[in-house]
């Protein structure tokens, strides 16, 4: 079994969620295929639980290795 796919997204809209996401934030995802065909995706929200989103409330970024670190609490 393959290690899932970490990635990061950028918020660029809350409409319809403002307790769960903030515009500007960085958040990460955990993969999700089905969710994705569908336009959605998988976030951890500021809950610290993985939702789903519009997609089009994100575009992904992608960081480098330190900052990746630090927003996974590793190093």
């Known amino acids: 079994m393959r290690e899932p ?3 990061f997204v950028l918020c660029i809209e809350n409409t ?10 960085i958040y990460q995802t955990v993969e ?8 959605l995706l ?3 929200d500021e809950s610290g639980e993985d ?5 089009s409330h994100f575009i992904p970024v992608v960081l480098p ?11």
Do not use: C, H, W
Request: a neutral charge; charged letters at 20%; glycine letters at 10%.
């Open 51 to 55: 939702y789903l989103f519009p997609a």
């Open 32 to 39: 999700d295929v089905e969710a994705n065909q569908q336009g």
């Open 5 to 7: 796919t970490v990635s």
């Open 65 to 75: 290795k330190a900052a990746e670190q630090v927003l996974l609490g590793v190093g």
């Open 42 to 44: 998988r976030v951890i």
């Open 16 to 25: 319809g969620y403002p307790a769960s996401l903030e515009p500007r934030k």
